[in-house]
Nanobody, 126 residues
């Protein structure tokens, strides 16, 4: 079945940039709508960004609009989240998520997804 593996992340000072990547197993990546979520200590998992199965549509949380960019390369089974102008409140574990979609749809709720990676830590300090 589908497996998702995140990479990237790490430590960065305020104002810096980082990217996190997610690689999916299987030949059906182009049928998956994908998303990024993050979870800070003591807080619930929150939506960050989403992309439709063919990459034609995008969605972002208000807190990251203009700073983060989601993209995908279906030939490489990869979704990327580029993060810039980082703030301490961006700190958290970032999770890659996927779900089957038969059409050009975006999903912003964690409960919409049934495939999840293990997460990668992003820490932003001043």
């Amino acid at each position: 079945q589908v497996q998702l593996v995140e990479s990237g992340g790490g430590f960065m000072q305020t104002g810096g940039s980082l990217s996190v990547s997610c690689v999916a197993s299987g030949p059906t990546f182009s049928t998956l709508a994908m998303g990024w979520f993050r979870q800070a200590p003591g807080k619930e998992r929150e939506f960050v960004a989403a992309i439709s199965r063919l990459g034609a549509s995008f969605g972002y949380a208000d807190s990251v609009k203009g700073r983060f960019t989601i993209s995908r390369d279906n030939a490489k089974n990869t979704v990327l989240l580029r993060m810039s102008s980082l703030r301490p409140e961006d700190t958290g574990v970032y999770y890659c998520a996927g779900r089957f979609s038969g059409y050009n749809a975006l999903y912003t709720r964690a409960s919409d997804y049934n495939y999840w990676g293990q997460g990668t830590q992003v820490t932003v300090s001043s």
